[in-house]
């Protein structure tokens, strides 16, 4: 039976989304989706899940709302999970109780998952906190954006008390107003104000001031929609509460390159602050293979080799004792790592995880003797060996970029080339994994600044960069 989940995004960031959030947005056949998400998230949709964009800003709307709610009951009938997507909460000035009623009265199951409001999740990640023991015991929430028909004014009168939080949601056309409103209905010209810019995102910006300064500092720094406008003594506490300005990468604009989907690096720089770009440069699929019998040496160059192999090894052999007498040589630990998975380790592990090392080492290493070599589409073994093709990185549909970033990541030759044949990016630095990787950027980037991590981890990358902002 068709239901549709009346999701809330929250004030921004995507870490911010509720489990059940993410749980409908992984499961969804269809997403209806606003204007004020992040569009990363829609990454985490299933391969054939339709996407529609039904965004609002100020005096455009894609779609009105009777022909949203339409919308609705018309995938409704195509689809068993449908996901209306909407910024901060259902329910708080976003209409969801206008589309959960016509959900209603046309029959159609619905359920709300609320979202984190950015009245109350955006000012804590501005280090505003809503309410604080001494300055706020409670907060009022605002909207400025009214119905065409709608000329209700606030009454600035009933909002004079110090002891409470005044929040001003879809209101930055309306500040002067405001703050203007405040000051004529007698609120002490003193009175802490704050201006808040893209809430919990990267490119956060906050202006704090007084009723009497603020529009005057706002002038000085404009900061973009959407922001919030909040009035209130808790504001004191900004610059002590501001957590989020202080993590050691924020505002960075980091790309970051994958093959297949591992969202590893792009988690870990999202709670370091950093504004993140991932692009998928390719997908991993194992193939079904015939394993040749395996006589003297068997090198592993990745853990995608490692796991395509035992795939079809396990297939046909059903018994890992059929490589008792081979000499098994891998890459680097991380791959051996992927072995022991299997109640396998390697005999030979090269100095360093690399192409270039391994090549040096296998020169001294084998004799005469038979080597056969696991892996995808390319090797960069030199010496004279049996392939065994276990896995295809196939290129996957890239979206032309044209940006600059702080730091651009990349974890393999291929992405460096694939990046560069569909896009037209600069990068501060260049992050490579390892020798190969780095002269594949020094040939499509000639004259970058590159960083080469001693090790090929992840982990590592990050930390390269963090010394680097040091």
Known sequence: MAKIYLVGAGCGAIELYTLKAMKCIQEADCIIYDQLIDK????????????????KIAHHHTMPQEKMNELLVEKAKVYDKVVRLKGGDVYVFGRGGEEAEFLYHQGIDFEVVPGISSAIGGLAYAGIPVTHRG??????????????????????????????????????????KIVQGFIDAGKNPQTCCAIV??????????????????????????????????????????EILN????????????????????HYLKDEFIELGANVKEIMTGNVTYLDVKIPEIKDNLIFTSKHGVIGFMRAFMKQYHDVRKLNNVRIIAIGKKTNDVLNHYGLNADYIPKVANGICLNNELKNLIN????FVVQGDTTSIEIEHHKIIVYTNKETVINDLNEDFDYA??????????????????????????????KAIQE???????????????????????REEV
Do not use: W
């Open 40 to 55: 990363q998230i829609l990454d985490y949709c299933k391969e054939n899940c339709e996407k529609i964009y039904v965004g």
């Open 135 to 176: 300055l706020s015991g409670g907060f009022q929430v605002y909207t400025g954006a009214l119905r065409k028909d709608e000329d209700r004014q606030f009454d600035f009168h009933t909002m004079l008390d110090d002891y409470t939080t005044y929040i001003f949601l879809m209101s930055m056309s309306k500040k002067e």
């Open 197 to 238: 810019s893209n809430a919990s995102l990267p490119n956060q910006k906050c202006v704090i001031g007084t009723l009497e300064t603020i529009i005057e500092k706002f002038n000085a720094d404009p900061v973009p929609m959407p922001g919030i406008i909040v009035v209130g003594n808790v504001i004191k506490k900004q």
């Open 243 to 262: 957590f989020y300005e202080r993590k050691p990468l924020f505002g960075k604009k980091i790309l970051v390159t994958t093959v297949g989907i591992d």
């Open 368 to 371: 005469n003797e038979e080597v």
């Open 409 to 438: 990541l990349f974890t393999c030759a291929s992405s460096v080339y694939r990046v560069l044949k569909n896009t037209h990016i600069s990068a501060n630095a260049f992050v490579s994994m390892g020798a190969m990787t780095t």
């Open 444 to 466: 499509c980037y000639p004259d970058s600044y590159i960083l080469e991590v001693e090790k090929p981890i992840k982990k590592k990358m990050i930390d390269m960069i963090l």
